[in-house]
């Protein structure tokens, strides 16, 4: 789904502008992924928001201090999201408009935003694959075949598809 969302912010970004970005990631491998996506983009600064609404809040703050001409947020869930979409506003920048904001989750909050323009796109990744889990688990105990891959289903939201698709965000 990076790729995914990559592909978007490359499509929809203004054009002639650079990438300035700033996030974090759980797991180190979706930022890695991330960055290999990005190579050919500038981000000047990455800091972790530990993934709190309040912290999104403050590391944007003074990230966009040290990066005024910032046009790209990427978080790496919709809480820091929500928080840098705070920042923004109490910098008397517009998110959405001045500052493209990115984000992972799929938080109806989130998708909320999309919904009033100030995010512009979320990768969903599905925290819902307990159930997947233990049916897998009970499948293996009962002595069945396993797949070798089981895929978590995930969902991406822009514009085109937040109202619409709204009851699936979690």
Partial sequence: MAGQERQWQVENHRAGRHDRSLGRYRPQERLRRFHRQALAVHHPASQSGDFARDKGRQ???????AHPDADIIYAHNDEMALGAIAALEAA??????DVLILSIDGEKEGV????????GAICACSPLFGPKAFATMADYAAGKKIPPFIKNEDAFFDATNAKKDFDIAF
């Fill in 92 to 97: 008397g920048k517009t998110p959405g408009k």
């Fill in 59 to 65: 590391v944007a703050e003074t990230l966009l201090q």
């Fill in 112 to 119: 909320q935003a999309i919904i009033d323009g100030k995010i």
